[in-house]
Structure formats: C-alpha cells, structure tokens
C-alpha cells in the first residue's frame, strides 16, 4: 500500500473509528482494529524515513546494527542515570541527524514503554520494599517514597527508553531488505534469516485480512454483546486467519518457485564497507570515550 | 510477557541469547529435513499469524482485554520446533519494529515464549492427547490443559527471571539496578494473573481455533499430525536442552555485584592482580581536571549536570562533524 504511495499522510490510511463515547470501555473490536492500524502506520513511517538524505541513512547496515547492539549492552551495563542519560541523549541527536521528526520519535519511544515501566517500578520506591532517604510520605510516618527507589524506578524507564530509541533508528534508517543481507553477511543461519523476510512482508498481509474480518464485525455490530460470544468470535477468527495464511504459504511457495527459487536466496547487491563507514566507527569511538568518562567522573 | 530492556541485566540476557543459539540450530536442522523446501513461506507465514494473533484483543473477566500467544496452538498444529522458529521470527520484529519487548531482551523473551510454553504445552498435550489423530474430547482436553500449562510455565520463568535480579544486581547501598521486585513478589503477580486471566483465555482460543481448524481444513489438521509425531530422540534431545539451559542459568548470576564495566580501581585490581596503567594514569589526570566532582561554591549536583551537558554539547559537536562530511561524501557519490 505504501510502496504506491510513500507521502500518503498517516489520516488518511486510519480507518474512520475516531467515534469515542465519553463512558464505558473501549470496546475490543475497536481496539484490535486501531492495533492492527497502528502497525501499517509503523510500516509506513518507515519507508518515509529510510528514504531521507540523513545521517544514519547513509551508513552500512551491518555498521549500524554492530553501533546499536553496543549502545543498548552499554547502556544497559552502565548504573548511572547522568550516563544514561546522555545515552538518550545521543540517540535523540542521531535522530535529529538522520531527520527524523522530533514529535514522531518522541511519541513512539518515550511516551508509552518507559513511563509504563516507571509507573510500575514506582511501588517498590516505597519504603516496604527499598529502604533509604524518605522522599514523599504518603500516610503519616510509615509510607513513603525513598530516593534510592525512585532512582531505581527511574534506571529502568531510562534503559528501555535507549534501547527503544536505538531500535527505532535502526528500523526507520534502514530498509527491510538492507536488515536482511547484513544478517545474512553477519552469517546467521540463512533460513531464519528468509522466515523474517518473509514473515515482515507478509505481516501487512494477514493484518490487512484480519482487519477485514474485524471491521466487518464492527460495522454490523450494533447494542451490547456477551463476553462468551466475543471470546468465541475472536477465536473463530483466528482459526480463519490462521487457514488463510496457511493457504497462503502455498501460493507464495508456487510463487517462489515459478520466478527460480531453489532454497537459495539470490541477492544482486553486496554490502560493502566505505570511508564514510569508517568515519562512523570513529565518532562513535570518541563518543563512546566521552561517556566512558562520564561513567568514571559520575560513579 | 514480552520483557522489555531495563528490567533484566546483561548478565541474564546474554547467557539467554546464549543458550538459544543450540536450541535455534537443532530447530533449524529439523525443520530442513522433515518440511523440504516449503518450509520458508510455511514458517514465515506461521510467523506473520503468531504476530497477527498476539493484536488480537480479547475480552476476558473484569471487562478488560487481553491476548493470546498461540505459541501452543502452532506446536500443536505444526510442531514445537515449527512453533520455536516462528515464535523467535515474530518476537524479533516486536522488538526491533514496533519495540514490543527488549532488544536485548530478546534471548529471553524466545527461552519463555518460543521454548518453555510450546514445548511444556505441547508434552502436556500429547500425554493427555496420546497418539489421537483427529479432534476428540480428549484432544481438546489435552489442547486446553497443554496452553494452560504452557503460557503458565513461561509466566513463572518469567517472574523468576525478573526475582532473581534484585538479589544478584544491586548497587553498593544495595539497591537494586535492575527490576526492583523479589521472588516473593513476582511469582504470585505473574501466576495469579496468567492463571485467572491469560492463561484460561489462551486455553479457550486454542481450543476453538483447533475445532475450526479441524472441520474446515481437516487436511491441514491431520497431515500435520503426522509429521509431528513424536518420538524417543526428539524427547531426548529436549531433555538435553533443557537440562543444558539449567545448568546455564546460574553463569549469568556469578557475575553479581558491580555493574559491568564500572569496576573502581581497587575492584580491577582484586579482579585482575593489577590496576592497568591507563586507567591509572586517567585516575590521576580525570580528578586533576574536577577535583572530588566538585567546584568551590557550586553544589556537587549542579557539577554534575554541567558536567553532563559539557558531554551532551560534545556528542553534538562531533555528531554534527560526522554528518557534515558523512553527507557531503554521499552527496559526490550520488553526483
């Protein structure tokens, strides 16, 4: 769909469901359909972004995936939230490099995931789990915050957050069919390397048919249903979906094999490694000297 | 279940990337000999289900919703090491294109998802099921019990997963670096809600997905059963993994105590007999530049956040550099 049209906007490819009652719950077939939504948006904002003129765009795959390993086990490794910090901050750069809409990045990696981990992190900054500094009382002199706890909640968000934020560049960066053959030059097995391909194509696929059948759903259903019978939907569902794809697989297989496959990938491009490859590598050395200062001057 | 990055440390999550490699090779070996050349749109296509599936939301008690994982469904309709490939394939665009569970994670996230439950769910299954052909109560009964097995047991490896972390990785005041929960917390949050919740719902779909799937695509049903029988080997070689995961697990808790890579001077020399020079020498030169972090007059933790925004400017600067010749390159080459 976006291959047709790369700068269609994201309103336009929404399904009209913006109708939200102020009371009750979202009902479940409104909120599959705005999930399986949500990930041709995904796809979409992709392909408009790894087409842009930008820094990480123009770099080797196999370079970026080997940066971005590193930067997620550092960040990971390191204990400071100063470093940690500047971790973020660095990816934030990346992305402002590789022209990346701020509002796009920031909304994808820092609005859901770490603060989900934070707020759930934040009962064992209580002092019945992590004894320390009181910080906030919240019943007379027995409950309270400490800072230790806070800080701990606040390591975990920050570690999720670089890691998203790493993941993301690397995903909107760079084509699917570039991930592809640097993992393959990174000799992984070829045949799990082929099911991803594979699969990541034919995703939008099997979403765009589920979609089908839960739209269909949607539009006809009308007053209150029973959990029972939503349960036995969902599941009838599933099995349709699952028939389908199956069925599919034998289509693409005669498909594959009437254009030559014979259990062999044929690429016509081969990866290679330029000057501004090594660039790369080396800010990436001297930033990663920066913040390995940061991690002995901070503790 | 999907684990994100910062809740499990490095030393669990890489053993775990570890320990999954020889359980993707053995998978990978199978599947050549028993599926022929089919086996990358089937499996690929098994993989875009599982993914398709977990959006589904599902209502279950209370009013909210919740989703299957289907990891049992697909061992059973197409075998545990078809389930174990497919699985690992979806869990890995979760994590890298929509950053459903951690990147580093992912190790983990595969061992609980794409090993324990179809491979608990599936013994489960055919102990009760025995060697059935065709969807009878006693099939449907061993499909219900086998995913609720399944998605329990990669629940509670999961909660021990996250447990143990506060007792092995904490910081020298002792607190914890990564999930801050215990044992004792985490085994009855994951169990009581994948064991009243998730875990009837998982078993209810698989049921009725194998019903519908046997009486519209019986083909599809019994020509897999076949496939998938088991036998002696195939259990012997899942003891073996599963007897080498254990024996794993513990390397990655010797590596307790200080975070990786911020060993103090005095560490380094108990870990390696000798402070290096360099670091030595770089000891000396850092507090010659800040002296113990902090400037006359001015607050330590002002010093530190000008310290780090010092370090943030810098990034830029050579960020900024980078990109300029980075870009000007590509621009030549594109002329």
Redo the contacts between chains.
Sequence with gaps: MNNVMPELPVWLISPENNYNPKRGRVHFLRKTISGITSVFQTEFLAEKYSDSFGLLQSIDPRVKIITVLFFIIFSSAISNIVVKVMVAFTAILYACFSKIKMIDFLRRVWCYFPLLLFLLSLPAALNVFTLGKPLLYLYKNELYLTSGGLIAAARAALTCGVSLSLGYLLFTTTRMAQIEKALRAMKLPEMFVSVLAVAYRYIFVLAKEANKVIEARFLRTVGKTNAKGERSFASHSIASVFIKSQKLSNDVFDAMSCRGYTGKPVSLEKLKIHLVDYIFIVCNVIIVLILLLGVYAFG | MHI????L??AT??PAFAAMIPV??IA?NK??KHMG?????????????S???M???????G???AH?V?AV?IAI?LGPWAAC??I???L??Q?????DG???AFGVNCFNMAVVMPFVGYAVYRLIAGKSRELSKRTALGAFIGSYIGINSAALFAAVEFGIQPIYFK?A??????????LP?TIPAMLFSHGLFAGP?EA??TV??????SK??PD?FNDVYEKSSSNVKTRKVLIGIFSGLVLLTPLGLLASGT????WNPTELKSMLGYIPQGIAK??GK?SGI?PD?SLAGIPENLV??F??VI??V???V??????K???H??KADRD
Excluded at chain 2, 259 to 262: N, P, Q, T, Y
């Design positions: 994100p990055d910062g809740y440390s490095p999550t890489v993707w090779g990978i599947l050549k050349r089919k086996r990358i749109p089937m499996l690929a296509l098994c993989s875009a289900f993914f398709v599936i959006m589904f939301n599902i209502p279950i008690i009013g909210t919703t299957a289907g469904f309709v490939i497919s690992s394939a979806a890995l665009i994590a890298l294109v929509f950053g951690g990147i580093l910081t005041e002792g607190l914890p670096l990564y999930c801050p929960y215990p917390v719902l209810v779909v009725s997905a194998l019903a519908l799937v519209y695509a599809m975070a990786w890579g911020e770089a000891a850092w800040i972090y530190y956040i310290s780090a370090g943030i810098l990034i830029f050579i960020m900024l550099v980078t990109s010749i980075v870009l390159f590509k």
